[in-house]
T-cell receptor
Framework: EAQVTQNPRYLITVTGKKLTVTCSQN?????MSWYRQDPGLGLRQIYY???????DKGDVPEGYKVSRKEKRNFPLILESPSPNQTSLYFC???????????FGSGTQLSVL | DQQVKQNSPSLSVQEGRISILNCDYT??????FLWYKKYPAEGPTFLIS?????DKNEDGRFTVFLNKSAKHLSLHIVPSQPGDSAVYFC??????????????FGKGTKLSVKP
């Protein structure tokens, strides 16, 4: 089954403790992206990747890092999480920039 | 600066009636528009799209209309069903590669269809 898999689904952590949210897709998509969803703000793009080893900032990249060492994986790294990063995170992928996005089920992160 | 605006945070409709969700955009470089539907505890899923060369696209009960001069698009759901209750996101993208081609999402409209 074609899918985008994020882990974990839920995560509670404390300020400053490094964490990684994993994202994997099995559709051989070149384009991958991370979004955060906050009440009243909709979906905002954090980082995106056009292909392996090609990443770029989205609209709200501060406090986040990403890597794209393999085509299928696009982890989101929070080196020093802060409470304002409490949010619902979505990973998405597509064949290319011009194709529709497939989204993962989301990761609800709470930073205390 | 919000480039894609969904000014109605919520909409309530009776089952069987038409649901109309609206979306406005400010960037004249946008040339492709999409609607995504999101249920609680799930990721958004693609619903329907329209290219700027068209003014209407239909898929079953779902129709998207594009008015380029007004920079406005709308999603019509006819007839509405309780299973359509979800948050609907409007999204737009521009021509070219890089960040210009990335999808820009609106804030979403929560649709409730009452039996």
């Amino acid at each position: 089954e074609a899918q985008v898999t994020q882990n974990p689904r839920y995560l509670i952590t404390v300020t400053g403790k490094k964490l990684t949210v994993t994202c994997s897709q099995n559709m051989n998509h070149e384009y991958m992206s991370w979004y955060r969803q906050d009440p009243g703000l909709g979906l905002r793009q954090i980082y995106y990747s056009m292909n392996v080893e090609v990443t770029d900032k989205g609209d709200v990249p501060e406090g986040y890092k990403v890597s794209r060492k393999e085509k299928r994986n696009f982890p989101l790294i929070l080196e020093s999480p802060s409470p304002n990063q409490t949010s619902l995170y979505f990973c998405a992928s597509s064949w290319s920039l011009n194709e529709k996005l497939f989204f993962g089920s989301g990761t609800q992160l709470s930073v205390l | 600066d919000q480039q894609v605006k969904q000014n109605s945070p919520s909409l309530s409709v009776q089952e069987g009636r038409i649901s109309i969700l609206n979306c406005d955009y400010t960037n004249s470089m946008f040339d492709y528009f999409l609607w995504y539907k999101k249920y609680p505890a799930e990721g958004p899923t693609f619903l329907i799209s329209i290219s700027s060369i068209k003014d209407k696209n239909e898929d079953g009960r779902f129709t998207v209309f594009l008015n380029k001069s007004a920079k406005h698009l709308s999603l019509h759901i006819v007839p509405s069903q309780p299973g359509d209750s979800a948050v609907y996101f409007c999204a737009a993208k521009g021509r070219g590669g890089g960040s210009q081609g990335n999808l820009i999402f609106g804030k979403g409209t929560k649709l409730s269809v009452k039996p």
